[in-house]
Structure formats: structure tokens, C-alpha cells
């Protein structure tokens, strides 16, 4: 799909706050109401803009720890790969899981609030995906980086 500025400038703007209204988007992108409005309808239909969400803070809602889990299997059939997936949809903590190249297999990022609590995950975890050869758990210490904003400058 090919963006020109003004697609751009939208997603820019609502990148940094969604709950704008197109009012207030329009008057940050420079053009007026409708045709804003119709831009920000065709993102959304062409599933460039996927939803609108707030951010929530993890360590104010009690679930301040971020583990990263790194999985390693013999097994890469589809099948197990489906359970795979069920198995980290069902997991609300859950909030990440990617498929890896290299020698890693599968990335998974887990918020929990704490120890105890990504025990009682992990335990669960294991018990529905079986063929597991290696999971290691890593505790994040400080996150020095967070954003959900892609740089635009390149599409």
C-alpha cells in the first residue's frame, strides 16, 4: 500500500494519541474534517490501522514484571504448532509470542505480577504444550525503551 504525507501524518498523530477526534486530527494533519475522516475510515478498512487502545501502565495494575521465555523444540510440525498457539491465546499473560529464526525457536513475553505468579503461568504453560525440549525464563530488570509507535519516514 502506498502512503503519501498526509496518510502519514494521521498515523503519526494517532500513534501518539488515539483518542483524539477527527476534529483535532485534522487540525494537527493540516487538511479538513471529511477528507481526514474518510482517509482514517479507508486505513482502518484496509486494516492499516488494526484498533484504537489505551496503554495501561503494568506496574500500576499490579503485573510490573515482564518475563521473556525462550523456547527450543525438535517438534515443528504444524500440528504442534497449532497447540502451540492455542495454548498462548488462552494464557491471558501471555502478550506476545513470535516464531523465530535462528537458534531459538519461539519468543514468548509474559506480564505478571510477580514470582509466584509467573510459576503459576509457566506450570500452566508446560502442561498444555507437551514436546518441549528447553524453556528459559528471563526476568527484565529495567525497561529502558518502550514504544508502540513504528517511525513512518520509510513508508
Same mark, same amino acid.
Given at each position: 500500500?502506498?502512503?503519501?504525507?498526509?496518510?502519514?501524518? +494521521?498515523?503519526?498523530? +494517532?500513534?501518539?494519541?488515539?483518542?483524539?477526534?477527527?476534529?483535532?486530527?485534522?487540525?494537527?494533519?493540516?487538511?479538513?474534517?471529511?477528507?481526514?475522516?474518510?482517509?482514517?475510515?479507508?486505513?482502518?478498512?484496509?486494516?492499516? +490501522?488494526?484498533?484504537?487502545? %489505551?496503554?495501561?501502565?503494568?506496574?500500576?495494575?499490579?503485573?510490573?514484571?515482564?518475563?521473556?521465555?525462550?523456547?527450543?523444540?525438535?517438534? #515443528? /510440525?504444524?500440528?504442534?504448532?497449532?497447540?502451540?498457539?492455542? %495454548?498462548?491465546?488462552?494464557?491471558?499473560?501471555?502478550?506476545?509470542? #513470535?516464531?523465530?529464526?535462528?537458534?531459538?525457536?519461539?519468543?514468548?513475553?509474559?506480564?505478571?505480577?510477580?514470582?509466584? #505468579?509467573?510459576?503459576?503461568?509457566?506450570?500452566?504453560?508446560?502442561?498444555?504444550?507437551?514436546?518441549?525440549?528447553?524453556?528459559?525464563?528471563?526476568? /527484565?530488570?529495567?525497561?529502558?525503551?518502550?514504544?508502540?509507535?513504528?517511525?513512518? /519516514?520509510? +513508508?
Amino acid at each position: 500500500m502506498k502512503f503519501d504525507d498526509i496518510d502519514r501524518r +494521521i498515523l503519526k498523530t +494517532i500513534q501518539e494519541d488515539a483518542t483524539l477526534s477527527v476534529q483535532d486530527i485534522s487540525d494537527k494533519v493540516g487538511v479538513t474534517t471529511n477528507p481526514c475522516w474518510r482517509r482514517i475510515k479507508k486505513l482502518e478498512d484496509e486494516g492499516v +490501522i488494526k484498533k484504537r487502545v %489505551a496503554i495501561l501502565d503494568p506496574n500500576k495494575i499490579g503485573l510490573g514484571m515482564t518475563v521473556f521465555v525462550t523456547i527450543r523444540t525438535e517438534n #515443528h /510440525s504444524t500440528s504442534w504448532l497449532d497447540i502451540l498457539s492455542k %495454548a498462548v491465546q488462552i494464557i491471558p499473560e501471555i502478550v506476545e509470542c #513470535h516464531r523465530l529464526g535462528g537458534k531459538e525457536d519461539y519468543l514468548l513475553k509474559v506480564q505478571v505480577g510477580g514470582i509466584e #505468579h509467573y510459576d503459576r503461568v509457566y506450570k500452566r504453560f508446560v502442561d498444555l504444550v507437551p514436546g518441549l525440549n528447553d524453556v528459559s525464563s528471563t526476568f /527484565s530488570m529495567q525497561k529502558i525503551k518502550y514504544s508502540t509507535a513504528f517511525d513512518l /519516514s520509510e +513508508i
